[in-house]
């Protein structure tokens, strides 16, 4: 605008002075084109002026949207320094709480040598659940969930049962104490049963009749190192229920700590040595007041006494057990089920890292203490394919051998199982 008021001008003067030329301007003329290029002149004043005014504005508004701009950056920044700090924390808390499990899927097919029913069945034996959680250095919780033979209730096969849930506390490094529901420190298999840890589709039978695994009860265990591989468990705990219409059987008595009667306690020692890698020897030693809670008068205290050794050597493995009960009165001696008792070896041989074979010669008796023949004795052997150190492939063919029959049976079983 500017540019063309001073061509304008120009053209104007030259136009006067090309007029000039041709005819003098009256002053009055000359007066009325000055008075026009002032107000010309003017009104270009007045568009500078504007124009700064304008840019003023226009600056400010730049400086303004700046400082916006600056702000919501600090603003980001704050609160993606925020996130970061609320997902570390919930990482560090959800670290403190753990869920693992086991699972194993049968397939039984025995042929029962008396007047008894064969056992042909496809079973999905147990599905369990742990859920762990870490209060802090020295405290945490430990549970187990199972859901036995795929499905619980009512005319059901199989149940639901909670065999963990302790509170564990450290005193120090070498000593703590757990209490609650946990499971009894006898045997190899009732503390480490999770199907990818031993041999064989089912659990051994002397551990299950006699000890009897799985055996849980509620109470509180005092555990510790006594020495470097030498390791020591106390507990205080409810006890078995058994009674004469089951013959007195152990794992009959079994109450799960389910509304269970206390009205006696069971106590529960054991030692454990493992100072060698590869090799453990412990012995438990367990004392109950009355193995009926009291409401069998020709019944009375038991006492159960077990060994064992695990050895693993390269590609060498071997087990061994014995476990036996002593039950006081006249109802358990009538029966004989005074005295109940069961043992097994159990050599094995790693053929590479993922199979391995074994075999295993067991014999258990819940009447021992009877002059009738009441033994069992078995003959197991199989392999374990490990697909993965926690997923396990199991076949196994039994051979038994009793005096009554209806309790022998022969045939193979094969099984699936997992651990995570």
Known sequence: MYKFKKTLLASTLMVAMSSAQAASPTNEEIWQLLQEMKQQLNEVKQQNEQLKTENQTLKQQVVATQAKAEQANE????????TEEAVKASAAQESKTSIGGYGELHYNNLQNQGSGADKDEID???FVLFFNHEFNDRLRLFSELELEHSISGDGQNGEVELE???????????HRVNAGLFLVPVGLLNETHEPNTFYGVE????EKNIIPTTWWEGGVMFSGELAPGFSYDAAMTSGLNTSASSDYSVRSGRQKVS?????DFAYTGRLKWTAIPGVEVATSLQYQEDITQGNDLDAGSAVLWEAHTAIQQGKFGFRALYATWHLEGDGPKSVGADKQMGWYLEPSYKLTDAIGIFTRYSLWDNQAGSSVDSEVRS??????????????VKFDYQDQDAE??????????IGLGYQF
């Open 164 to 174: 963990q849930a302790y509170i564990q506390y450290d005193f120090n490094d070498k």
């Open 124 to 126: 999905f034996h147990r």
């Open 259 to 263: 509304e269970a009667d206390a009205s």
């Open 203 to 206: 659990r051994n039978n002397v």
């Open 379 to 392: 003959w197991d052997l199989g392999v374990n394919w490990w697909l993965d150190p926690q997923v396990v």
């Open 404 to 413: 009554n029959e209806n309790d022998e049976f022969d045939g193979f079983n």
């Open 75 to 82: 603003t980001a920044e704050a609160l993606a320094v925020a």
